[in-house]
Structure formats: C-alpha cells, structure tokens
C-alpha cells in the first residue's frame, strides 16, 4: 500500500506582535511567522467513522457466490474500522464511533472506498507473478482536528497484491481472498502515514555517544 497524494492542512499565517511587552499599542511590530507548515501530531484520542462504501466499485473474488456480494460490501468498513482501530491505538486511545456519536477532542479519522478489487486466485495461480489477477483496494481517507474543526491532513492509499504467485506471503493472499489483506496492509499504511517515526530509528537505549 501507498499513499498516492496528500493534503496538509493549515497553512503559515503572518502576525504582527508589540515590539517589546511594554509596547503595547505599537502598530509597526515585530512580524512573525505562526504555524510554518508544522503539521498536527499527539492527538488527545482518535475516533474512527466507518469509511463509506456505497460508491465503492466493489469486484472480484470476494465470496463463494454473488448473491452474498452485498453482505460483504456492507461488512468491509466494519472490518476495516477494527483494523485501523488496532493501529491507529499506538498513537493515542482509539475508539469505533457509532452512528449516532460525535467526538469533541482529538481526531477524527473518516474516508470513503473508491475501489474494492479482490482480484482472481485463478490468475494469481497461472500468472501471478506478472500481475495477472492481482487485488487492488484504493480510499481517500481524511483526519480532522476536532476541536478547530479543520482538516489536518487529507490523503489517498492504494495498493494490493501486486505481482505475488501463487504462494503469497504474510502479506499477500496467494490463492486466498486477498481483500482482507489488503485491508490490514492500508490500515499499517494510514498508521506509519501519521507517525513521524514508526520504527524508531535513530533512537538510543544505551549512554550517548563521546
């Protein structure tokens, strides 16, 4: 999975401030720059809105017949908000709002599926390795800062199995239903999207350096 474009909201706002405490009236004061393009981190607690799928182009193989198509296109927000949920957890308390909730602090995390392709295990078997009947997920997600009510950041995740065989991997299906891979994997994407430094690196546990 990944993130094809993205908006930051907020943007550098130009203030002017006294020249010193004592001056307070002065009109021509010191200009300064507020913001400077610093983006929206250490949310108090996120909360996640189902993603919308009745738009969603939704194809594939996603059950064993097509009568049962409807059932799991209803169900895929649900799971996908559970696996969000587990990852979006490791930046602050994270909770599932129902339909009736509003959050007031932290963030809200919505978006809408564009594109819900599980592909075709027969191609993935025959010709898997050139792309034949690879899966393909796309989602427009949006984080807003609840309290100011502006978007923070706006951004597009895609993916899917790419050119896995028939074997797959820990995370790909191979000949299984891809979808609820793809799923967890644009869930880990949103997460390592939002932290500034996912897998700590640079970080210490011993003394500094002399």
Not at 6 to 23: E, L, Q
Not at 47 to 69: H, V
Not at 119 to 138: E, T
Request: charged fraction near 20%; charge should be neutral; aromatic fraction near 10%.
């Amino acid at each position: 999975m990944f993130v094809t474009n993205a908006t930051v909201g907020g943007s550098s706002r130009v203030s002017a401030a006294a020249i010193d405490t004592k001056d307070f009236g002065s009109m021509n004061g010191v200009r300064y720059t507020t913001n400077c393009g610093v983006g929206a981190a250490n949310p108090k607690a996120i909360y996640i809105r189902p993603f919308c799928i009745d738009d969603a182009i939704f194809t594939g193989d996603q059950t064993a017949s097509e009568g049962e198509m409807p059932i799991r296109k209803a169900l895929v927000p649900i799971s996908f908000s559970s696996s969000l949920k587990e990852q979006l957890e490791k930046l602050a308390p994270a909770r599932i709002l129902e339909a009736n909730e509003t959050p007031r602090v932290g963030w809200l995390v919505d978006g809408d599926f564009r594109v819900v392709d599980g592909g075709s295990p027969v191609g993935r078997f025959f010709l898997g390795q050139f792309g034949v009947g690879r899966s393909f997920l796309a989602m427009h997600v949006r984080v807003t800062d609840v309290e100011t009510g502006t978007v923070a950041y706006e951004f597009d995740v895609a993916g899917g199995s790419r050119l896995q065989g028939k074997l797959g991997t820990i995370r790909a299906s191979g000949l299984g239903r891809a979808t609820p891979f793809d799923l967890e994997n644009a869930a880990e994407r949103i997460y390592l999207a939002l932290e500034p430094n996912a897998f700590r690196y640079g970080k210490r546990a011993d003394v500094a350096l002399r």
